[in-house]
C-alpha cells in the first residue's frame, strides 16, 4: 500500500453534532484527497477489532460504547506525508492539548470524545482502510 494515505473516522460526537461538512471542508483545505468515503456504523466486534490494542486500557469498555453509539464517516484521505500531517491537522488527543486551529480544538468535547480518528502509522493506515473498505470502494 502506498505510504502516502491514512484513514480517518469523523467520530459519533462529530456526526451527532453536525460538524460532518465543517471537518470535511478542512481535510480538503488542507489538501487531502479523498480516496475512500461512508456514513457506516460499527457494531461491538468491530470496535473491539478496530480497537484492540487498547483493550487492557481502563477506557476500553467506554470507547467501545462511544464509537457504535451513532454512525461515522470513515474516510481514506490521500497527500504526500499524510499519516503524519494529518495527524497535525487533527491535533493532540487531548482537545485541552490540541494546537489552535486543528480540528480537535475547534469540535472535540474531551479526551474521550475527540471528534476525529487519525490513523498513527502507514502500516495501520492500510489495516484501518481495509477495515472499512474494499478494493473496490478506493478511487
Ligand atoms: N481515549 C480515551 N481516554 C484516554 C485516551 C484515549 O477515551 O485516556 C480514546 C479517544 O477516543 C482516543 C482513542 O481512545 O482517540 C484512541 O486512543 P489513542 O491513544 O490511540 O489516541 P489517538 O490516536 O486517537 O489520538
Ligand atoms: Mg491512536
Known amino acids: 500500500m502506498a505510504t502516502n494515505r491514512t484513514f480517518t473516522m469523523?467520530?459519533?460526537d462529530a456526526v451527532e453534532k453536525g460538524h460532518i461538512g465543517?471537518?470535511?471542508e478542512k481535510i480538503s483545505a488542507s489538501g487531502f484527497r479523498i480516496v475512500a468515503m461512508k456514513l457506516?456504523?460499527?457494531t461491538k466486534n468491530d470496535a473491539e477489532t478496530f480497537y484492540a490494542i487498547h483493550n487492557q486500557r481502563p477506557?476500553?469498555?467506554e470507547l467501545v460504547e462511544y464509537m457504535t453509539r451513532g454512525p461515522i464517516v470513515a474516510a481514506?484521505?490521500?497527500k504526500d506525508n499524510a499519516v503524519e500531517d494529518f495527524r497535525t491537522l487533527i491535533g493532540a488527543t487531548n482537545p485541552a492539548d490540541a494546537a489552535e486551529g486543528t480540528i480537535r480544538k475547534l469540535f472535540a468535547a474531551s479526551i474521550s470524545e475527540n471528534a476525529v480518528h487519525g490513523s498513527d502509522?502507514?502500516?495501520n493506515a492500510a489495516?484501518?482502510?481495509a477495515f472499512h473498505f474494499s478494493g473496490r470502494e478506493m478511487f
Request: net charge negative; proline share 5%; charged share 25%.
Open 10 to 12: 469523523l467520530k459519533p
Open 76 to 78: 481514506i484521505l490521500e
Open 127 to 129: 489495516i484501518e482502510g
Open 22 to 24: 465543517a471537518i470535511l
Open 59 to 61: 477506557f476500553f469498555g
Open 40 to 42: 457506516t456504523q460499527m
Open 121 to 123: 502509522s502507514d502500516e
